[in-house]
């Protein structure tokens, strides 16, 4: 396969040469300029680029990795953003695949319960597909029951992206466009998107959203990656200890659209304040859990309007945890609920249940038809512009 970046391993060690000497040598940028000055060039995370396969219509899907002098890499694919892999450390420094995922892309194509890609332009659920804008009524495909969930038949989780990669004293990132047409999808105005994946050298990922419209629309851009950081994904992730920053949840009816009720949290299985393990409460009498399968609710963060840590997941036999910060209002925790043995593992086996968990940071579902949810609305003139970072560490 074509390697069109760079990785020069001889330069690499150099870098990572440096990186010992200096007297800070665990802190990343103090690396970086002891590698300045000594005129390795390096930057401190790589990024190298593959053809990955092909789509039906002949256009070519290309993956990237971006890969930090830790050993963390992350690779996405150009069809749908994927985030095919991401290897995080346990606590021996062993670092391993911990997001679920296809090995090629004919999987995706034919099944993907949306692992790790881009949701656009509405992630979650709209009721009955429909809103009104401006006086106008939109139809929207209707692929969750009579719902509409995460931008519809051919959502932003299907369509090739371009590609573009830039390297700053900050990480590598890999910048990611799509120019969705005017009713595209039955959503008004044309909007250009761009996803920006940023990898630090401290083993965190920043993905920057931002949208612009020339016509009044909608948007709600997330990420949809299936984590277990056990790292073997034949282990649900029942063990893991998740904290979510929320004093108040949304309760949801039968198909999964919010009541509009901002519920406490206190006293009920959606009370993760304190970390607590997942399966703890997961099989509880609570008539949401039931409606939910488990866990598939979105919680209102607390602190809103500004950048927080948000959540947090740790798993304690490996020593892994991830942190998650944004400046979004909602975060939507799904248990893998639907994952049922079906869809097929790299290297053998089928993926069982809730056998990884998603952490979408997002405004609330079905916003657009509930008045006192904040707005979604974006018009012309105006930047969609939201940020998540996801960060690993052990403990
Ligand atoms: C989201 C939804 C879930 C489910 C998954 C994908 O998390 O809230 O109900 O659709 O995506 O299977």
Known sequence: MKKKGLFLPFAGILFLFAALLSSCGSNPESAESTATESETVEPPVMITSQAYGQLEDGRTVDQYQLKNANGMAVEVITYGGIITSWTAPDRTGAYENVVLGYDSLSQYLANNPYFGAIIGRYG??????????????YELATNDGPNHLHGGLKGFDKVLWSADTATTAEGASLILRYESADMEEGYPGNLSVQVTYTLTPDDALQVDYEATTDKATIVNLTQHSYFNLSGDFSQTILDHELMIAADQYLPVDATLIPTGELAPVEGTPFDFREAKAVGRDIGADHPQLELGKGYD??????????????????????????????????????????????????????YGHRTGFCLETQHYPDSPNQKDFPSVVLRPGETYETRTTFKFSTK
């Open 124 to 137: 979650n659920r709209i009721a009955k597909g429909q809103f009104v804008l401006e006086g106008t009524t």
């Open 297 to 350: 609710h979105c919680w209102v963060l607390n602190e809103q309007g500004s950048m927080r840590r948000v959540a947090s997941a740790y798993h304690p036999g490996t020593g892994r945890q991830l942190e998650v910060f944004t400046d979004k209002p909602g975060i939507q925790f799904y248990s893998g609920n639907f994952l049922d043995g079906t869809l097929p593992m790299p290297g053998g086996g089928t």
